[in-house]
């Protein structure tokens, strides 16, 4: 019995050392962060939370022949931040579903803490958004700027609603949309009208925040954002 303990023992001691053995590896000390930039107005470009934009990092090393790709989760306001990354050189390859215009692959050396920031075209700009309340009514005028070519269509613009500032289509409590389904020339104005007091899930005296997004019709694409705004829909 004693021989049996013994063996035992040896085994398990055995199994813990080959496991701090197989653990003992660096931490990641390097960390990355930054943000997508319209390349020709400096300004973020907006994302959603969920399915929004993703940048992808394939760390290039001698030893890693098939090299796993990771993923910066873009934020809602077009930022992103990691800190367990590995320092070295990495390759960014060509996005091509986002709420932009394919980008060219690229590369970044992550060392410490790294800034990088990706230059996009986003594929529809929001701006001079002019959100007002009335009662339970909000009434929302923006222009949208298309940059893809003038045949090809946008097709809906709308504003989300949620009781937080990630509200986007993937996030959102209701919404109220309006289909375009035709190119956009620049800087056109558009209005929708929402009457809240027809949603289920909306309620008087309750702040929420509202968010405009609109979406071009190409395979893959994500929708664009204006930054969002906090309203409380009222009964009077």
Known sequence: MKTIKSILFILLALAVVTSCELDNYDYPEGSIHGALIDQETGDTVQSDIFDGAEIPLVEIHEDYENPQIRYLIIKPDGSYRNDMVFEGLYAVPSIENGNFHPTDSTSVTIEGDTQFDLEVLPY????????????????????????AVDTIDVLSAAIYAHSEPTVGQTHRLDEEEIFITTPV????TFTIVWDMSRSRELSENTPYFFRVGAKIDLPGAKFNYAPAERHTPTDN
Do not use: K
Not at 124 to 147: C, P, W
């Open 124 to 147: 529809i700009r929001i701006s001079n958004v002019d959100m007002t309340m009335n009662g339970m009514e909000l009434t929302a005028t923006f222009n949208l700027q298309q940059t």
């Open 185 to 188: 020339p620049n800087d056109s």
